[in-house]
């Protein structure tokens, strides 16, 4: 099993949908919980970062981690043609002797259509 | 300014070749990564350095070897360049506690 599961898509949905984009994981060790986006063509760059249970908002981007289900979503709002791009999700375990060490999911295609 | 940067963006080389893949960051951080991103977007470890000492050495052929001069730098050479090198790496780089990371803007590597 891989330590983060996560749906490849593609998603499609029209201008101004509410988007929600879902990652398992395996590990109840794991402690910190992020989504990235990646542009075509350009490198990851961090969108919400949290490490506890609940919801943690930035704008129209909603990250939601329930460490029970161990289950992490992010809901975007109103999407926009700019919300469009691979999201990732990533868990993290800090151990003293190892460092931070990173799980990705394999990424969610979304093209939102104007 | 740049947080993370690579050098160079296109890297295109014929098989059997040598090259090398620069990476630098400003955020002085302590612990930095190398990544191969396949055609399918999936993200691999191959590298990370902490403090100039190897933490993770994933299961990548030993024709790969990051070189750290510095806490700012993690470059990485590649002997013997086969055609399954081709891929996008990304250097990335985080904190040496619990920390996100920091991506670099990538390396198309084609290798014909």
């Known amino acids: 099993q891989k330590e983060v599961e996560q749906d490849p898509g593609p998603l499609s949905v029209p201008e101004g949908a509410i988007v929600s984009l879902n990652c398992t994981y395996s590990n109840s060790a794991f402690q910190y919980f992020m989504w990235y986006r990646q542009y075509s063509r350009k490198g990851p760059e961090l969108l919400m970062y949290?490490?506890?249970?609940g919801n943690k908002e930035d704008g129209r981007f909603t990250a939601q981690v329930d460490k029970s289900s161990k289950y992490i979503s992010l809901f975007i709002r109103d999407s926009q043609p700019s919300d469009s791009a691979t999201y990732l999700c990533?868990?993290?375990?800090?151990?003293?002797?190892?460092?931070?060490?990173?799980?990705f999911g394999t990424g969610t295609s979304l093209t939102v259509i104007p | 300014d740049t947080a993370v940067s690579q050098t160079p963006k296109y890297l295109v080389t014929q098989m059997g070749n040598d090259k090398s893949i620069k990476c630098e960051q400003n955020?002085?951080?302590?612990?930095m990564y190398w990544y191969k991103q396949d055609s399918k977007k999936f993200l691999k470890i191959m590298f990370s350095y902490n403090n100039k000492e190897l933490i993770i050495n994933e299961t990548v052929p030993n024709r790969f070897s990051p070189k750290s001069p510095d806490k700012a730098h993690l470059n990485l050479h590649i002997n013997s360049l086969e055609l399954g090198d081709s891929a996008v790496y990304f250097c990335?780089?985080?904190?040496?506690?619990?920390?996100?990371?920091?991506f670099g803007p990538g390396t198309r590597l084609t290798v014909l």
């Open positions: 990335a780089s985080s904190q040496e506690g619990p920390d996100t990371q920091y």
């Open positions: 990533v868990v993290n375990m800090h151990r003293w002797n190892t460092g931070n060490q990173f799980y």
């Open positions: 955020l002085g951080h302590d612990t």
């Open positions: 949290t490490y506890s249970s």
